[in-house]
T-cell receptor, first 114, second 113 residues
Framework: KNQVEQSPQSLIILEGKNCTLQCNYTVSPFSNLRWYKQDTGRGPVSLTI?????NTKSNGRYTATLDADTKQSSLHITASQLSDSASYIC?????????????FGTGTRLTVIP | DAGITQSPRHKVTETGTPVTLRCHQTENHRYMYWYRQDPGHGLRLIHYSYGVKDTDKGEVSDGYSVSRSKTEDFLLTLESATSSQTSVYFC????????????FGPGTRLTVT
């Protein structure tokens, strides 16, 4: 069964600290993996998109890694800011162009406190 | 944000009434999607469209219908709303066949009482 699991479900960190969010998936075949940031009351916004040939991708203070062999990805946030408080969603595409081949994790809720 | 707007942004309705949610995009993206988001669940696909008048069902399509008469508009209709359809609904677009990045609208919070 194609699944995407994220951990932890929620996380509280102090401003300025680093954190790492995890995404494990069983989706096959694999096409690409995306990380989205969703602020409260807003739609998800793309942070990174990685294909199977990419194992690291950065977007400012956000760095995503991908291990296609172990089917794991992580999102590392450096020097956290209050504005990083949001839900982070991992999405895995099983390839092809159909809309039914996207599998969404339930997200990690990050709270950054001063 | 690919110029996606959703209307209304909030709606409260009674069980059994019909409800239509609208998604409007300004970027001429080919694909449009409707998702619902509920606590404990990832975003779940309701219906999607791959062109004008071309639509297909998603994972949780029961009780919903869609229409796309113009490239820029994708309508989601709940024919007879039920309390289980209380949710936040997101519209998304994808530029073309070989695009990866979906763009999401701001969402519509629907409460069925």
């Amino acid at each position: 069964k194609n699944q995407v699991e994220q951990s932890p479900q929620s996380l509280i960190i102090l401003e300025g600290k680093n954190c790492t969010l995890q995404c494990n998936y069983t989706v096959s075949p694999f096409s690409n993996l995306r990380w989205y940031k969703q602020d409260t009351g807003r739609g998800p916004v793309s942070l990174t998109i990685m294909t199977f040939s990419e194992n690291t991708k950065s977007n400012g203070r956000y760095t995503a890694t991908l291990d296609a062999d172990t089917k794991q990805s992580s999102l590392h946030i450096t020097a956290s800011q209050l504005s990083d408080s949001a839900s982070y969603i991992c999405v895995v595409s099983a390839g092809g162009t159909g809309a039914n081949n996207l599998f969404f994790g339930t997200g990690t809720r990050l709270t950054v406190i001063p | 944000d690919a110029g996606i707007t959703q209307s209304p942004r909030h709606k409260v309705t009674e069980t059994g009434t019909p409800v239509t949610l609208r998604c409007h995009q300004t970027e001429n993206h080919r694909y449009m999607y409707w998702y619902r988001q509920d606590p404990g669940h990832g975003l779940r696909l309701i219906h999607y469209s791959y062109g004008v008048k071309d639509t297909d069902k998603g994972e949780v399509s029961d009780g919903y219908s869609v229409s796309r008469s113009k490239t820029e508009d994708f309508l989601l209709t709940l024919e007879s709303a039920t309390s289980s359809q209380t949710s936040v609904y997101f519209c998304a677009t994808l530029q073309g066949t070989y695009s990866y990045e979906q763009y999401f609208g701001p969402g519509t919070r629907l409460t069925v009482t």
